[in-house]
């Protein structure tokens, strides 16, 4: 949280000020009140106009800085949310790739959202509440020492107490907080969870099993937010009792003071608001202090923000020269030994195919050429460097993925090829000739600026599957790696792609195949079969 405060300082002091302004203006309007009260004790006519007038004039410059300390802080506040969702993606981008999807999709989206809001309500509205309030009792302290010292004194009993108290919580709704971030995060993947099994529930008739479900998700997330938020009631009335009883004690000093005629008469008409102002800011600074407490496990999740990061693209990684080489690799998952024993060599500008049965290694050895998975033994080199000694970034400079699964963003077609860079018209008409996609925009309605729908729901498997391959080679790496990546395609499209990849000198190709035919076998400069570890005896 500090790292924000300090991040964002400019804006804060800005907001800080025109809300310490605004307070100032109120004990004023205080003061000027006492003298509008003691005028009309006196039965002084013109002074109790002249008083009234003042009053009024303060009171619409009090209501105009409040109006512009909403304003700012709602500036600041949408700063800092923005900062900390950054942040947050950074972290993501931080994570390994194992790392990355070791956690749901649904847990994430709940750190972004939920979470964000979370810290905006338990941290930054009572931190802007704080300042206000430290300057309010600031500003009721100096007006109340202009009456009388013991008056002051009173207040300062009032602050030490207030302090104090909060104290005793601070951990136990540190606790409650870690809780609720929790079960919302856990609650938020089963959510989803639910959600995408809604079809398999209602196929079978399982109506109440969804609202059963659904309504145990509802509560566990409800749950800790209301253990939260009765704990946070509890102590706030428990600080509460100690507030009223210090007013009361206040009045009483201010009482006494004006029957002795140490402060003027009209000082009864708002002593007590300035004490009040006292002990109700501490009261309330002690129910933020909880408050900030239980925000801290919403802070968790931050592992980098943007001044920490490291540049993973800082040093370029020049394209390979000679060959990719593997030597005596092992690889296990979850126990189970994937790849063991593993030596091949990817010559620069080869054409190579991995066969062999489901799980034999072919995704998984796609994974570790583009560094995603660092945990294995053996040695994997591009040209003679390590390839541990690159980052995945500077892997996947060199290098494209077409994986069996597609993904495209719910944006246009055109925006899933360029993924936000800039290509001349030359190089589109390439991309979508070599991809075999042009002939499906024509029957599109916006051609390249037809929207494919959340996750490419608009589009066939094939169409998909052409985008992604257009998206590979428009980005011109040296090197692509095609798991199962014209599987959808028909015989025609995929030998039109296939073709224009093969045909390409300057292409390294690494394509993963279940199934290849003596001919297609022959057009490859190598193919392994990985469940025989060795060149495949039809290879060329």
């Given at each position: 949280m500090n790292y924000y405060i300090k991040k964002h300082w400019k804006k804060i002091a800005l907001t800080s000020t025109f809300g310490l302004l605004g307070e100032g203006t109120y004990v004023i309007l205080q003061l000027i009140l006492m003298q509008t009260f003691n005028a009309a004790i006196n039965l002084d006519f013109r002074g109790f106009l002249l008083w009234t007038a003042a009053e009024v004039v303060g009171y619409m410059i009090y209501l105009t800085l409040a109006a512009v300390e909403g304003i700012m802080e709602a500036r600041t506040v949408r700063a800092m949310n923005n900062q900390v969702r950054h942040d947050l993606y950074l972290s993501l981008l931080d994570k390994t790739h194992t790392a990355y999807h070791s956690q749901d999709t649904g847990e994430y989206i709940s750190w972004l959202t939920t979470n964000v809001k979370q810290i905006e309500h338990l941290a930054w509205a009572p931190f802007f509440s704080c300042v206000q309030k430290i300057g309010l009792i600031v500003w009721c302290i100096l007006a109340l020492i202009s009456l009388h010292w013991l008056?002051?004194?009173?207040?300062?009993?009032?602050?030490?107490?207030?302090?104090?108290?909060?104290?005793?919580?601070?951990?136990?709704?540190?606790?409650?907080?870690?809780?609720?971030?929790?079960?919302?995060?856990?609650?938020?993947?089963?959510?989803?969870?639910?959600?995408?099994?809604?079809?398999?529930?209602?196929?079978?008739?399982?109506?109440?099993?969804?609202?059963?479900?659904g309504d145990a998700v509802s509560d566990q997330i409800e749950k800790p937010n209301c253990r939260r938020s009765s704990t946070q009631s509890s102590l706030s009335c428990f600080t509460g009792f100690f507030s009223v009883s210090l007013q009361?004690?206040?009045?009483?000093?201010?009482?006494?003071?004006?029957?002795?005629?140490?402060?003027?008469?009209?000082?009864?008409?708002?002593?007590?608001?300035?004490t009040a102002g006292i002990v109700n800011g501490l009261c309330t600074i002690a129910n933020h202090r909880m408050s900030l407490s239980s925000a801290k496990p919403y802070?968790?999740?931050?592992?980098?923000?943007?001044?920490?990061?490291?540049?993973?693209?800082?040093?370029?990684?020049?394209?390979?020269?000679?060959?990719i080489t593997i030597e005596n690799l092992d690889f296990q998952y979850s126990g189970r030994t994937i790849l063991q024993s593993l030596s091949l060599q990817f010559k620069k500008g080869g054409k190579y195919a991995l066969i062999g049965p489901s799980g034999c290694g072919k995704s998984t050895l796609l994974k570790l050429l583009l560094g995603w998975l660092p945990d294995y033994s053996g040695v994997i080199r591009f040209d003679d460097k390590d390839a541990k000694d690159f980052t995945p970034e500077q892997l996947q400079q060199q290098m494209s993925y077409i994986e069996q699964n597609v993904f495209l963003f719910n944006s246009t077609i055109r925006d899933n090829i360029t993924l936000g860079g800039t290509f001349d018209d030359e190089q589109m008409e390439k991309a979508l000739r070599d991809s075999a996609l042009a002939g499906d925009l024509a029957s599109m309605p916006d051609g390249l600026d037809t929207i494919v729908g959340e996750e490419g729901s608009s589009l066939s498997g094939g169409q998909k599957q052409r985008v992604a391959i257009a998206r590979a080679l428009i980005h011109d790496r040296s090197i692509l790696l095609v798991d199962e990546g014209t599987s959808a395609l028909d015989q025609k499209n995929a030998d039109i792609v296939e073709k224009s990849l093969l045909a390409n000198p300057e292409l390294t190709l690494i394509l993963v195949s279940h199934h290849l035919t003596l001919e297609r076998k022959e057009q490859f400069t190598q193919v392994y079969d990985l469940q025989l570890a060795a060149p495949h005896p039809q290879s060329a």
């Amino acid at each position: 949280m500090n790292y924000y405060i300090k991040k964002h300082w400019k804006k804060i002091a800005l907001t800080s000020t025109f809300g310490l302004l605004g307070e100032g203006t109120y004990v004023i309007l205080q003061l000027i009140l006492m003298q509008t009260f003691n005028a009309a004790i006196n039965l002084d006519f013109r002074g109790f106009l002249l008083w009234t007038a003042a009053e009024v004039v303060g009171y619409m410059i009090y209501l105009t800085l409040a109006a512009v300390e909403g304003i700012m802080e709602a500036r600041t506040v949408r700063a800092m949310n923005n900062q900390v969702r950054h942040d947050l993606y950074l972290s993501l981008l931080d994570k390994t790739h194992t790392a990355y999807h070791s956690q749901d999709t649904g847990e994430y989206i709940s750190w972004l959202t939920t979470n964000v809001k979370q810290i905006e309500h338990l941290a930054w509205a009572p931190f802007f509440s704080c300042v206000q309030k430290i300057g309010l009792i600031v500003w009721c302290i100096l007006a109340l020492i202009s009456l009388h010292w013991l008056m002051l004194a009173a207040g300062l009993i009032s602050a030490a107490v207030m302090l104090i108290v909060p104290k005793l919580f601070q951990k136990r709704m540190e606790r409650l907080g870690d809780a609720c971030a929790s079960a919302e995060a856990e609650g938020v993947s089963r959510l989803k969870d639910l959600l995408s099994g809604f079809d398999v529930l209602r196929t079978f008739g399982l109506a109440d099993h969804f609202l059963d479900q659904g309504d145990a998700v509802s509560d566990q997330i409800e749950k800790p937010n209301c253990r939260r938020s009765s704990t946070q009631s509890s102590l706030s009335c428990f600080t509460g009792f100690f507030s009223v009883s210090l007013q009361i004690f206040q009045e009483v000093v201010t009482v006494a003071l004006a029957f002795q005629g140490k402060i003027i008469l009209g000082a009864m008409a708002s002593a007590s608001n300035l004490t009040a102002g006292i002990v109700n800011g501490l009261c309330t600074i002690a129910n933020h202090r909880m408050s900030l407490s239980s925000a801290k496990p919403y802070f968790k999740n931050i592992t980098v923000h943007a001044g920490e990061a490291r540049d993973k693209d800082s040093e370029d990684t020049a394209p390979i020269s000679d060959a990719i080489t593997i030597e005596n690799l092992d690889f296990q998952y979850s126990g189970r030994t994937i790849l063991q024993s593993l030596s091949l060599q990817f010559k620069k500008g080869g054409k190579y195919a991995l066969i062999g049965p489901s799980g034999c290694g072919k995704s998984t050895l796609l994974k570790l050429l583009l560094g995603w998975l660092p945990d294995y033994s053996g040695v994997i080199r591009f040209d003679d460097k390590d390839a541990k000694d690159f980052t995945p970034e500077q892997l996947q400079q060199q290098m494209s993925y077409i994986e069996q699964n597609v993904f495209l963003f719910n944006s246009t077609i055109r925006d899933n090829i360029t993924l936000g860079g800039t290509f001349d018209d030359e190089q589109m008409e390439k991309a979508l000739r070599d991809s075999a996609l042009a002939g499906d925009l024509a029957s599109m309605p916006d051609g390249l600026d037809t929207i494919v729908g959340e996750e490419g729901s608009s589009l066939s498997g094939g169409q998909k599957q052409r985008v992604a391959i257009a998206r590979a080679l428009i980005h011109d790496r040296s090197i692509l790696l095609v798991d199962e990546g014209t599987s959808a395609l028909d015989q025609k499209n995929a030998d039109i792609v296939e073709k224009s990849l093969l045909a390409n000198p300057e292409l390294t190709l690494i394509l993963v195949s279940h199934h290849l035919t003596l001919e297609r076998k022959e057009q490859f400069t190598q193919v392994y079969d990985l469940q025989l570890a060795a060149p495949h005896p039809q290879s060329a």
